[in-house]
T-cell receptor, first 115, second 113 residues
C-alpha cells in the first residue's frame, strides 16, 4: 500500500526566505506526482504535476523535483511571500496507470510566511 | 471559465439522516473524483467517474455511501443513515483527460450531530 509522508508538518519562515518542502513515498512505481496548495476553508489548487519520466517542473517561483527511484520529491519556493502561506500537499498516482487514477495524498505541510 | 462548484458549502445534519452532496465539474471534463478530508486523516479517495460510469469505487467506506453521475456532468454523493464519523469535508475534482491535473472544488463541510 502506497504511503506518502510530508516533512515538516509545519514551517514558519520570514518573508523573502527560500524554502524547501519534502515529500516521500514508499512505492516508487508512480505514474505522476502533483503538488497542491490548500488555503483555509478552500479546495485544493494544483501547482505542479511531474510525470514519472521527468525530473522537475517549474512555475514562477516554484520548482518541484522528483527522484522516483528514491521515492522523494521536493517543492522549492523562492523568495517567499506572506501570500504563500497555506497548506501544501503532495499526491502520487499509481504507476499501473491505465484506469487507475486514485491519488494518494500526504497530510501536508502548513507553511506560514511572516511579514 | 467556471471552475468546479459544490453545493451545499456547509451541511449540518442529525445522525441517522440521509444527505446528498452535489458536484458540478468543469464543462467538458470527462473524469470526476470524490475525496474526503477528515481532521487527522488527511485526504482520502472515495470514487472516480469516467463519463457516467464508476470503474473505481474502492474508496467508498461503507455501503451507506453511493454516488452517481448523469449526463457526463453533475455528480451526487449520497450518504445514508449518517454517522458522526462521516463528519468531514467532501471534495470533488475533475480532469480531462482522466489522470491528468485535477481541479478541485471548494468542498462541502458535513457535520453530523
Amino acid at each position: 500500500k502506497q504511503e506518502v509522508t510530508q516533512i515538516p508538518a509545519a514551517l514558519s519562515v520570514p518573508e523573502g526566505e527560500n524554502l524547501v518542502l519534502n515529500c516521500s513515498f514508499t512505492d516508487s512505481a508512480i505514474y505522476n506526482l502533483q503538488w497542491f496548495r490548500q488555503d483555509p476553508g478552500k479546495g485544493l489548487t494544483s501547482l505542479l504535476l511531474i510525470q514519472s519520466s521527468q525530473r522537475e517542473q517549474t512555475s514562477g517561483r516554484l520548482n518541484a523535483s522528483l527522484d522516483k527511484s528514491s521515492g522523494r520529491s521536493t517543492l522549492y519556493i523562492a523568495a517567499s511571500q506572506p501570500g504563500d502561506s497555506a497548506t501544501y500537499l503532495c499526491a502520487v498516482r499509481p504507476g499501473s496507470g491505465g484506469s487507475n487514477y486514485k491519488l494518494t495524498f500526504g497530510k501536508g505541510t502548513l507553511l506560514t510566511v511572516n511579514p | 471559465g467556471a471552475g468546479v462548484s459544490q453545493s451545499p458549502s456547509n451541511k449540518v445534519t442529525e445522525k441517522g439522516k440521509d444527505v446528498e452532496l452535489r458536484c458540478d465539474p468543469i464543462s467538458g471534463h470527462t473524469a470526476l473524483y470524490w475525496y474526503r478530508q477528515s481532521l487527522g486523516q488527511g485526504l482520502e479517495f472515495l470514487i472516480y467517474f469516467q463519463g457516467n460510469s464508476a470503474p473505481d469505487k474502492s474508496g467508498l467506506p461503507s455501503d451507506r455511501f453511493s454516488a452517481e453521475r448523469t449526463g457526463g456532468s453533475v455528480s451526487t454523493l449520497t450518504i445514508q443513515r449518517t454517522q458522526q464519523e462521516d463528519s468531514a469535508v467532501y471534495l470533488c475534482a475533475s480532469s480531462s483527460p482522466p489522470g491528468e491535473r485535477q481541479y478541485f472544488g471548494p468542498g462541502t463541510r458535513l457535520t453530523v450531530t
